[in-house]
């Protein structure tokens, strides 16, 4: 069945049809659902092509990647998020265009998608404080969603978050709540909004015990496994090791797990670990009891909710933003237990 087809045996306009389908603010919220069941009982999928040339849109949504930061976005956490997305694309005949840039064409690259038409809008990914590509975005006129948030941004936008600064805040008194009292943070780069605010919680944990943070149990590089383990291994190393660790990815933390086990210690009983689990698909712990303690929230649920959100904004760009934040859920695994009995000291 074809868009004529479908218009004629609903005694719709084609243009009707067409709008409603693509989520028009103007078509009735009726006659929406009365195309949409006719759709999908004549299994009626749209080309994209010829919706594209209907509504005048491209039908595409872009992630612009830089390359200085590929090792934050080119990794299995994006790779979910864009999972997340895609589902939401595919369902509203979306494709999507992805483009690695160098960091100076940045702009470039943005004000080319827009006077190409080749997207319809595009989802910011690791924004960091006063992230310029927000003021660009809103300067150009091309619909954006930003996954995360720009600290010090003065206006309004649509973003999309989970609440990293109450997450780590929340494991850091948990572990102090266990008696642990060096407490080391193996972090993102803080030049990322979510690293800077998930220091931000730990310090604050640390100083409403009075508690002062201690730099030598604080480190910042790429999430990756051999970042994790060499930054654990030498806070192991300290006259006054941390007696647990804070890790900011579930990818970091196998190579805090890995540092432990090098250094003649066991997880949970020694040594004790939270990290921060992005719910990767493929990295589940099937176990009833997790191997890791985590504040958890799914980024393929955020890759979701980002692309909804911007399929909302394409539809009608005149609403005002919307600010959607996620809160974490702290479960508690293997990974950790009761400070060693006479390892209460204070930092710093």
């Given at each position: 069945?074809?868009?004529?087809?479908?218009?004629?045996?609903?005694?719709?306009?084609?243009?009707?049809?067409?709008?409603?389908?693509?989520?028009?603010?103007?078509?009735?919220?009726?006659?929406r659902?009365?195309?949409?069941?006719?759709?999908?009982?004549?299994?009626?999928?749209?080309?994209?092509?010829?919706?594209?040339?209907?509504?005048?849109?491209?039908?595409?949504v872009?992630?612009?990647?830089?390359?200085?930061?590929?090792?934050?976005?080119?990794?299995?956490?994006?790779s979910?998020?864009?999972?997340?997305?895609?589902?939401?694309?595919?369902?509203?005949?979306?494709?999507?265009v992805i483009?690695?840039?160098?960091?100076?064409?940045?702009?470039?690259?943005?004000?080319?998608?827009?006077?190409?038409?080749?997207?319809?809008?595009?989802?910011?990914?690791?924004?960091?404080?006063?992230?310029?590509r927000?003021?660009?975005?809103?300067?150009?006129?091309?619909?954006?969603?930003?996954?995360?948030?720009?600290?010090?941004?003065?206006?309004?936008?649509?973003?999309?978050?989970?609440?990293?600064?109450?997450?780590?805040?929340?494991?850091?008194?948990?572990?102090?709540?266990?008696?642990?009292?060096?407490?080391?943070?193996?972090?993102?780069?803080?030049?990322?909004?979510?690293?800077?605010?998930?220091?931000?919680?730990?310090?604050?944990?640390?100083?409403?015990?009075?508690?002062?943070?201690?730099?030598?149990?604080?480190?910042?590089?790429?999430?990756?496994?051999?970042?994790?383990?060499?930054?654990?291994?030498?806070?192991?190393?300290?006259?006054?090791?941390?007696?647990?660790?804070?890790?900011?990815?579930?990818?970091?933390?196998?190579?805090?797990?890995?540092?432990?086990?090098?250094?003649?210690?066991?997880?949970?009983?020694?040594?004790?670990?939270?990290t921060?689990?992005?719910?990767?698909?493929?990295?589940?712990?099937?176990?009833?009891?997790?191997?890791?303690?985590?504040?958890?929230?799914?980024v393929?649920?955020?890759?979701?909710?980002?692309?909804?959100?911007?399929?909302?904004?394409?539809?009608?760009?005149?609403?005002?933003?919307?600010?959607?934040?996620?809160?974490?859920?702290?479960?508690?695994g293997?990974?950790?237990?009761?400070?060693?009995?006479?390892?209460?000291?204070?930092?710093?």
């Amino acid at each position: 069945m074809n868009l004529k087809e479908l218009s004629d045996s609903l005694g719709l306009s084609q243009t009707t049809v067409s709008r409603a389908l693509n989520g028009y603010p103007e078509v009735a919220e009726a006659t929406r659902i009365r195309v949409a069941q006719a759709a999908a009982a004549a299994n009626y999928r749209p080309n994209a092509r010829a919706r594209g040339l209907a509504t005048g849109r491209s039908m595409a949504v872009g992630h612009v990647i830089p390359i200085s930061t590929h090792h934050e976005m080119v990794n299995p956490i994006f790779s979910d998020f864009i999972a997340g997305a895609s589902e939401v694309y595919l369902d509203r005949g979306y494709d999507m265009v992805i483009s690695a840039v160098p960091d100076e064409r940045e702009e470039e690259a943005y004000r080319a998608l827009l006077s190409k038409g080749s997207v319809d809008g595009v989802i910011v990914h690791a924004p960091r404080s006063l992230d310029p590509r927000i003021a660009l975005l809103r300067e150009i006129g091309l619909p954006f969603v930003v996954h995360g948030r720009s600290t010090n941004e003065p206006g309004p936008y649509n973003w999309v978050d989970v609440n990293n600064r109450s997450a780590f805040l929340r494991a850091t008194e948990f572990l102090m709540d266990l008696g642990h009292r060096r407490i080391g943070l193996i972090n993102g780069l803080l030049a990322m909004d979510f690293a800077a605010r998930r220091h931000q919680g730990y310090v604050e944990a640390l100083h409403s015990r009075g508690i002062a943070a201690d730099e030598t149990l604080i480190h910042t590089s790429e999430m990756t496994e051999a970042q994790g383990y060499a930054a654990a291994k030498q806070m192991l190393a300290l006259p006054a090791p941390p007696t647990a660790f804070l890790g900011a990815s579930i990818i970091s933390a196998f190579g805090i797990r890995r540092a432990i086990e090098d250094s003649g210690l066991v997880l949970g009983r020694d040594v004790s670990v939270i990290t921060f689990d992005d719910d990767l698909s493929y990295l589940r712990d099937a176990s009833d009891v997790p191997t890791f303690t985590a504040t958890r929230s799914s980024v393929r649920e955020a890759g979701r909710i980002c692309a909804d959100r911007l399929m909302s904004i394409i539809a009608d760009p005149a609403q005002p933003p919307v600010e959607h934040l996620l809160e974490a859920a702290l479960t508690v695994g293997r990974s950790t237990g009761p400070a060693p009995r006479g390892t209460t000291q204070q930092m710093g």
